[in-house]
């Protein structure tokens, strides 16, 4: 069937552009396009930070002054990551492309199988691959979907999402002067210490080191004033040569070439550290080792010129840097260097140039949003001083998106610029366990599994897949799942008696707690009508969110504090909308009131000069 699709919009193509042949007509220009998806940027959030003054004239208010830009971007429920971006790029809606949360049921799978909607090819043809059939090469810069692990999700130039190799860790110095050993080696000739030099055990207790095992941390005493004061942290590799040298509050990189690495020759591998603190007298000392990164990217060229230009993969800022004294700084610091790593791998790619359609991504304001949306009072951990800390570093954050967007609209002479985006995001202050209630109702069964904690069990008649504030109840359907247990005939009145308990749901003041509770047909209106989305759609009420998971005790709260503050994957919701902008030539200086996330997918084929996804 699709591949009939296929064959008729191929066969429309050419007969226009054989009808241009024969009118004389101009056939239409050659057009380039990038689209560039600035992650967790909300519109409301957007305009709002316009107005506070935080933006530079060349990024999104460039973007408003020159192009088409829209007041509204309606984005697809649940207002999710993976989900939003597969309907960006289809051009429509979940029910079409089946990618229905971050991690979901497949319709078939055993109860408790899930898959990513990150890796999950979409139902329906993308826009890229439209571009494909249609003779247009396409490169994509971590763009969610395009996850390159098949054909159907692989660009000809592609640099694909890595999450991180080795976790990261801060090294904690806890003994005085006298608790590190003196270093039994020769430093290098132009580094001259004025106080014995110091052997830092650098390791973690947790994540184990890798590469860093071969490494040796020394603290060397720099000022020749008769003092033992410790100035600076070298780092030296095994045959005795520095591999890094920092000053307190520095950051440096540890990297190696790579003969090997999973599959690929000559690779960069490293990970980018901080010498937090180090006082003189090395009572204070404290090393952050960040996550081990690399590029995958291809072609190979494409790879080792990333490699030369952009660096090592750095990764996204790291929460763990803001659990117990929250460092904003170095927080932001991580998202300002992976936008800047982004914008590098543009100017790669821009230089080979060997593309019509490039397909960017910018998470950073998703990762500082998820973190540091402390904005009301009832949050876990609010404190005004965190609050108003937090707020800082998110503004900080928005100016590096902005800065992006300079970047990336310098392209607008040569080509189009979109600026879009997959969803704002909320403050959460609670969260619903929906599961252990299917199970306090006597819907949903469990086992002991790993370390103790309970898990849905294999034959259990019901199972749900909670996402943000979006919950999927999966019936286990016998001849439909694999491994079902409950009979075609008992099925429907299960799903009848399941809706009936969730509607009946109040929280403490008396208010239900999901504002929708949706069979599948239902779910036609939110755009959820496919059988990845399970027999029921909830979606909690109140701003709140669900959580996966049971309680110890049967008695305990079904609300839980919220984890992280900020989140999306909510219903319908003008404050979780996207962004809009359009620059290039001819494109109207304009402001529309509304466009949905599925209509982009249509405008950026249309620019191409190409007819749009045929799922469209
Ligand atoms: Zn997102």
Known sequence: ????????????????????????????????????????????ALWREAKRGTFGPDGFLRAERTGTSAERMEVVTPSLTSVSHAALSAGAPPSST??????????????????????????VETIWEAAARQGKRVASLAWPGASQASARTRTPVGLRWADPQWRSFTWKGTAADAGFEDALLSLPPE???????????????TSPGGALDQLRFV?????????????????????????????????????????EDRGDRDVLVGRWCKLLALTPDLSGIRVYIGSEGRSFASPDDFRRTLDREAGF?????????????PDTRTFVEQAARFAGFFQRAFSVADRRGDWDLLLA????????????????????????????????????????????????????????????????????????????????RGFL????????????APGSRVDAVTAGAVGYVVVNRAGILRDGTVPAGEAELLVRDVAAALRAEKDETGRPVFSSVLTRNEARSLGLNHPNAGDLVVLAAGGRTLRHGFTDRPDAPLFVSAEPPGQHGFG?????????????????????????????????????????????
């Open 445 to 456: 069964e469990t086992v002991p599994g790993p370390r103790e904690r309970l898990v849905t």
């Open 98 to 123: 089946g990618i229905v949360a971050n991690m979901f049921h497949p319709a078939t799978a055993a109860l408790r199988d899930r898959v990513s909607g990150f890796d999950t090819e979409s139902g």
């Open 191 to 205: 580094q001259a210490s004025f106080s014995p030099p110091k052997v830092l055990p650098v390791h973690s207790a």
């Open 572 to 616: 319908p919701d003008p404050e979780l909308d996207g962004i809009f902008f359009e620059v290039g030539d001819g494109v109207a200086r304009k402001k529309i009131s509304l466009v949905r996330s599925i209509d982009v997918a249509g405008m950026v084929a249309a620019r191409l000069g190409i007819s749009a996804p045929s799922g469209h």
């Open 1 to 44: 069937m699709i591949r009939r699709l296929l064959l008729v919009a191929s066969l429309l193509t050419s007969q226009l552009v054989a009808s241009h042949l024969l009118s004389g007509a101009e056939p239409p220009p050659l057009r380039r396009v990038v689209v560039v998806s600035f992650d967790g940027v909300g519109g409301r």
């Open 313 to 325: 993969w750095p990764g996204p800022p790291d929460d763990a840097l803001l659990s117990e004294e």
């Open 361 to 440: 991504y910018v998470p950073c304001v998703d990762e500082a949003e998820h973190a540091l949306l402390l904005a009301d009072p009832k949050q876990a951990g609010y404190t005004p001083d965190r609050a108003a800390l937090a707020a800082a570093a998110l503004r900080e954050v928005w100016k590096i998106a902005d800065e992006t967007a300079a970047a990336y609209l310098s392209f607008a002479g040569r080509g189009d610029v979109f600026l879009v985006s997959d969803h704002g995001m909320r403050p959460v202050s609670r969260s619903f366990l929906l599961q252990e209630l299917l199970r306090r």
């Open 219 to 259: 603290a060397v005493d720099t000022s020749d004033d008769g003092r033992k004061n410790y100035d600076l942290l070298l780092v030296l590799r095994a045959d005795g040569s520095v591999a890094a040298r920092a000053r307190p509050g520095e950051w440096f990189p540890l990297s190696e070439h790579r003969t």
